[in-house]
C-alpha cells in the first residue's frame, strides 16, 4: 500500500494511491467486503489530495478527489441525479475547523459572531435519495459516484421509517429528499446474535448492514434487516419555494412525516461548532446509532449560494470527524478467558493500536463459531473496532496479508486457570470450563449461588461479604466457608473498612461487630444440616435448576448413585434432556468437583439419603395432580413436595391430562374447571390418608 514514506517518485505515488482508493472504494460499495479500516482510506485520500494540491498537473479528471465514490454496478438500474450528490470535505481537528469558517468569513464579509449555522451529527450509514412526485414516493437511489446511482426503490419501500406518501398538504411538484439508510446499534447487535445462532455470517458492523441490505437484489432480504432513515437535506425542487434557511427545511419535512435526528442542532460562530462537536462525542456512546463526527453547513441558503462549491464538495459544509473507532492491527496470540459461569471465551491478543482514543491490545472473539467463521489466526492482519464502552472485538480478517503458515486455532482442551477440562455440548454455541467448585474464575459466583436462599440459605452472607472473603484470601473453595471463625469474620471486617477508608467497625462497635460475626458463624453451622435436592441446586451444575435438582434427588435417592450415573441414565429423569446429561456427566466426571464435595461433606454438610427411588417407582409416579384452596394442615409448598416425593407431577392449571385436584377451603375456578371436565376431586383428608400410608 502506497505510504509517504515509499520514496517513490510523485506521479507513482499518486498512481499506487488511486488504484487503492478506487480497489478500497470497489470492495466497500460493491463488494460490501472492505478490506481497509476508516482510519487507513482517510490517511490515503488526504495523501493523494495534498500530492495533487503540490502537483497540480498530477491532477486528472478521474481522481478519486474529483469524484465521490465508485460507479454504480450490478443488478440494478441506473438513476441520473436531478442534482449532484456530493461529498463533503473532512476536518480532524479545531485547527482545520477555524480554517473553514475564516474562509467563509472572508469570502462573505462577515464576522465570526454573524455566522449562523446548522448542526448535525455525520451518520454512519449508506446515503440515498427519495423522490416524490405529489406527495408520492416514487423512487429512490444509492448516492453511487455522485451523478449516477442505483435503482434500489423497492428495498427503501421495505423501510417504515420512509413514508410512502407525504403528510399534510401543499407538496411541492417534485422534491428529492436526501438522507442516511441506517441500521440502530440494538438491531445490529440482535441480528449478528441470531445470525451467530444459526451459523450464519455475521454483519462487520451497523453500517456494513445497512449498505449491504439496500444492494440485496431480494427486497424480501432487505425487509428482514432492521433498516432506519434520517433526512438531512434536499435536492431538486419543483412547484414550490422552500424556505430560506437549512434548518427551516428540515422542520418542514419532519411536518411532511420525514424522520430527521433528534440532534439536529443551530450554532453560531467558531465556539458554537467546537462546543456541540465535544458534545456529541461525549454522547456519542449513548446514541441509539452510529455516528463518525459532525456536520456543519451554513444555515441560509443565500450564503450557501454565495460560497459555491469547489469540485467534489460544498464550500459552506464541513464533516468534523471522531477519531477512527476502526484499527488496523495484527493478532500476536489468541488465547481464552474463563467467565464467573465457566464460559470460556476466546479473545485476540493484538499489537497496541490507537481505536476510538483508547489503546487496544485485547479484543474478544465472542465463541468458537465466530473464531471460525472469521477465520482468525495468529498472525493475522485484522480490522478491529471499539464503538463506546463495548469491549472491543475482530470484525474481519485480511486474509491478503496472511502471513505464510498461519495455522487455525482451536479451543483448548483444559481450562489454563485451574486445569479442569473444557467441554462443548452438542447444540451449543459456548464451551465451558467443568470446574465450577475449584476454579477460581467461577469462584465468587459458585459462591454466591451455594449460598443463595434457595440453595443451603446461608443467611447474611451476601455478595459484598463473599467479595470481601476471596479478597482478603480468607477462602479458596466453598468448602472453606465452613472453616471460618468469628476471628476470620472479624479481621475480613476491619480490613474491609481501612480498604474503603471507613473507621473499623470491629473498634467502633465491639459489641455489634462481634454480634454480626456471630450470626454469620451461626448461619453457615446452620445450612449444613440441608436436603439433597437443594444440595444439588446449590452445585451450580449448568442448566440444572430447582426443578431439575428436585427431579434428580427423588430419581436417584443418594448423590453416589447420582455420580455414577451415565448420560443414557440421566436422560431417563422428567425434563432431563441429552443437552442437561451432558452437563451432569461433565460435571461429575472432573475430578476436582467430587473433591470439593468430599470437602463440603467431611466439613460437616449432610442431608437424608434414600437408597430407594421412591418418586420413581411411587404410587403416584406417572400421575399428574393441581392443588387449589387453603389446607388447613399443610401449607401449598409442603403439600407439593410430599405430593412430588411419591412420584407425582404437580402442576399449576387444570387439563385433561390432569390426575385429580386436591380441593381445601375457598378453592376456586381450578376446582370448577375439574368438575367440568370431569376429573376426580380429592379433600384434604383423602390426601393425608395417602400419605400417612406411604410414610410422609
Known amino acids: 500500500m502506497p505510504t509517504k514514506q515509499d520514496g517513490r517518485p510523485p506521479k507513482q505515488r499518486v498512481a499506487g494511491l488511486r488504484a487503492a482508493i478506487e ?135 421495505t423501510i417504515r421509517a420512509i413514508p ?32 451467530r445462532e444459526r451459523g450464519e455470517r455475521t454483519l462487520a458492523n451497523p453500517r456494513n448492514g445497512a449498505a449491504g441490505s439496500l444492494r440485496q437484489l431480494d427486497p424480501g432480504v432487505t425487509a428482514r434487516r432492521p433498516l432506519a432513515f434520517y433526512a438531512y437535506a434536499v435536492g431538486e425542487v419543483q412547484g414550490a419555494s422552500l424556505p430560506d434557511t437549512h434548518s427551516a427545511t428540515l422542520a418542514q419535512l419532519r411536518r411532511w412525516g420525514l424522520p430527521v435526528s433528534p440532534q439536529v442542532e443551530h450554532a453560531q460562530g467558531l465556539q458554537g461548532l467546537l462546543d456541540y462537536y465535544r458534545r456529541m462525542g461525549d454522547q456519542r456512546d449513548s446514541l441509539p446509532y452510529e455516528i463518525d463526527g459532525v456536520v456543519y453547513k451554513l444555515d441560509r441558503y443565500d450564503q450557501q449560494n454565495e460560497m459555491g462549491y469547489v469540485s467534489r464538495a460544498p464550500r459552506w459544509a464541513l464533516a468534523h470527524k471522531f477519531p477512527a473507532q476502526e484499527r488496523s492491527t495484527v493478532v500476536e496470540s489468541i488465547e481464552i478467558n474463563i467467565g464467573r459461569t465457566g464460559a470460556a471465551t476466546p479473545f485476540a491478543v493484538m ?5 476510538g482514543g483508547v489503546t487496544v491490545t485485547k479484543a474478544t472473539l465472542h465463541n468458537i463459531d465466530q473464531v471460525a467463521r472469521l477465520d482468525v489466526r495468529a498472525g493475522d492482519t485484522v480490522i478491529v473496532r471499539r464503538a463506546g464502552d463495548v469491549i472491543p472485538e475482530v470484525v474481519r480478517v485480511n486474509l491478503e496479508r496472511r502471513p505464510r503458515g498461519a495455522k487455525p486455532w482451536h479451543m483448548p482442551s483444559h481450562c489454563p486457570v485451574c486445569g479442569s477440562a473444557i467441554v462443548r455440548e452438542e447444540g451449543e454455541s459456548v464451551a465451558r470450563c467443568t470446574g465450577g467448585l475449584v476454579c477460581a474464575a467461577q469462584r465468587k459466583e459458585a459462591i454466591v449461588h451455594f449460598a443463595s436462599r434457595r440453595a443451603l440459605d446461608i443467611d447474611g452472607l451476601g455478595d459484598r461479604n463473599i ?48 454480634r454480626w460475626a456471630e ?64 452437563h451432569i456427566a461433565a460435571f461429575f466426571a472432573e475430578h476436582r468437583n467430587r473433591g470439593a464435595i468430599a470437602a463440603l461433606r467431611k466439613a460437616g454438610v449432610h442431608w437424608q439419603e434414600s437408597s430407594a427411588r421412591l418418586a420413581a417407582g411411587g404410587p403416584l409416579a406417572g400421575q399428574t395432580v393441581v392443588l387449589t384452596g387453603t389446607l388447613a394442615s399443610l ?24 390426575s385429580f385436584v386436591v380441593a381445601g377451603e375457598a378453592a ?24 400417612k400410608a406411604h410414610g410422609h
Open 23 to 157: 480497489d478500497a472504494n470497489y470492495r466497500y460499495y460493491v463488494l460490501d467486503d472492505p478490506d481497509i479500516s476508516d482510519a487507513e482510506y482517510d490517511s490515503l485520500m488526504r495523501e493523494l489530495e495534498a500530492l495533487e494540491d503540490a502537483h497540480p498537473e498530477l491532477a486528472t479528471p478521474d481522481s478519486p478527489t474529483r469524484r465521490v465514490g465508485a460507479r454504480a454496478t450490478g443488478g440494478f438500474a441506473e438513476v441520473r441525479h436531478a442534482m449532484a450528490m456530493l461529498s463533503l470535505s473532512n476536518a480532524f481537528s479545531d485547527e482545520e475547523v477555524a480554517g473553514f469558517v475564516r474562509r467563509i468569513e472572508q469570502m462573505l464579509g462577515l464576522t465570526d459572531p454573524e455566522l449562523a449555522f446548522s448542526v448535525e451529527p455525520k451518520l454512519d450509514g449508506l446515503a440515498i435519495s427519495l423522490r416524490y412526485e405529489a406527495g408520492a414516493f416514487v423512487q429512490g437511489a444509492t448516492r453511487g459516484d455522485g451523478t449516477v446511482g442505483e435503482d434500489v426503490t423497492a428495498n427503501l419501500c
Open 164 to 195: 410512502l406518501k407525504l403528510r399534510g398538504s401543499h407538496h411541492p411538484k417534485v422534491i428529492e429528499v436526501r438522507g442516511e439508510v441506517y441500521m440502530p446499534k440494538a438491531a445490529f447487535e440482535v441480528f449478528n446474535e441470531r445470525a
Open 351 to 355: 499489537q497496541p493500536v490507537q481505536v
Open 467 to 514: 467479595e470481601d472473603l476471596i479478597a482478603f484470601d480468607c477462602v479458596h473453595s466453598i468448602a472453606d466457608l465452613y472453616a471460618l471463625t468469628l476471628d476470620d469474620f472479624l479481621r475480613m471486617k476491619r480490613l474491609a473498612d481501612e480498604r474503603d477508608g471507613r473507621t473499623p467497625e470491629v473498634a467502633k462497635k465491639g459489641k455489634v461487630a462481634t
Open 519 to 582: 450470626k454469620l458463624v451461626d448461619a453457615i453451622e446452620a445450612s449444613k444440616d440441608t436436603t439433597l435436592e437443594r444440595f444439588l441446586y446449590a452445585l451450580g451444575i449448568p442448566e440444572v435448576g430447582e426443578a431439575t435438582a428436585k427431579a434428580l434427588a427423588r430419581h436417584f435417592g443418594s448423590l453416589d448413585a447420582l455420580m455414577d450415573a451415565g448420560e443414557a441414565e440421566l436422560t431417563e429423569v422428567s425434563d432431563v434432556g441429552p443437552i442437561v446429561a451432558g
Open 635 to 658: 401449607g401449598r409448598e409442603e403439600a407439593k413436595d410430599r405430593l412430588e416425593a411419591l412420584g407425582a407431577k404437580v402442576a399449576g392449571s387444570v387439563s385433561k391430562k390432569t
Open 668 to 691: 376456586g375456578s381450578k376446582l370448577d374447571k375439574a368438575q367440568s371436565l370431569g376429573v376426580e376431586i380429592w379433600d384434604e383428608a383423602k390426601l393425608l390418608a395417602l400419605l
